[in-house]
């Protein structure tokens, strides 16, 4: 059975450090694993527009600077396939067959999508393709026949629904075509970085990111000023490690487990400022994202060959689509004209 490796992002905003843990390095991994026959990373524009269908500039200015991100974290697009969603129409008609397979009351009770409309306020007055994107999100995956999708915990449900298509269709119209979906979910402790501001997860609705094209004294000035232990007020006070967002950091971040280690233990027995170790944590964030900022500033100077990738990715993209819609609609005997 072929391996498809696919996943996405909403190009509503630039990536930053928690997209970067979260799931850009596991992609570029699983990327150069070797142990994929296809792997496809798409910009879901059209997705995006199911909540903002009032400012598609929004969505146009992210769309080049999600594919930058991408290639500064060293997505390869020789050996992956880039493009956006919007180029694929083959999706959208695969979308339309799919709608049928699934009822009103189970996208209603898909839990990122319910928390998604309480979240944005929506109530009754969600917008319909917005209500519906789980199932094109069916089709995102399986015009691809994806196998593999690395993401969140929070796209859990999203890949559950999509298996029940898989089932549905499996069962109304032919088993073979469409194989189960497997989330692969990031490594343990990288699932959601938590932001600077120690509130919740970075987002950029919370205003707490840090982004891979951020700049050195814009890095300096946000771990400056992260959220350590408000009750840590004197150096010489004993300090909270946990809920410590420095600390956070440091143990993900920082390659030397032992120092941290021993930070730790000076910092909870009084001693150890704040602002030292934020040094410590803004060399050692500065040495991540060093390259990653100078290899995006290569592709901004010619944003034009940026979208050229992205073009040459969906004509790819949009001939395996293509094969799948068909086969598609021969399973399902309405092939009428063998297209
Ligand atoms: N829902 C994903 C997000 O918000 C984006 C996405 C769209 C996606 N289509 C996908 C992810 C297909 C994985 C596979 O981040």
Redesign the pocket.
Known sequence: MEKVM?????PTGRLHLGHYVGSLKNRVQLQNSGEFDQVFI?I?DQ?ALTDNADNPQKIRDHVAEVAMDYLAVGVDPSKATVFL?SDIPEIAELNMYFQNLVTVSRVQRNPTVKAEIQQKGFGESVPVGFFV?SIS?AA??LAFR?TH?P?GED?KP?IEQANEIVATFGRYYDPNLFQPIELVLPPKGMERLVGIDGRGKMSKSLNNGIYLADDEDIIQKKVMKMYTDPNHINVADPGQVEGNVVFTYLDIFCPDKELVASLKAQYQAGGLGDVKLKRLLNDVLQEELRPIRQRRLEFAKDPAQVMKMLEEGGRRARQTAAVTLSQAKTSMGINYFNR
Do not use: K
């Open positions: 696919l996943t996405g992002d909403r798409m879901a997705q969603q994107y999100q995102d995956i994806g999708v993401a796209q999203l």
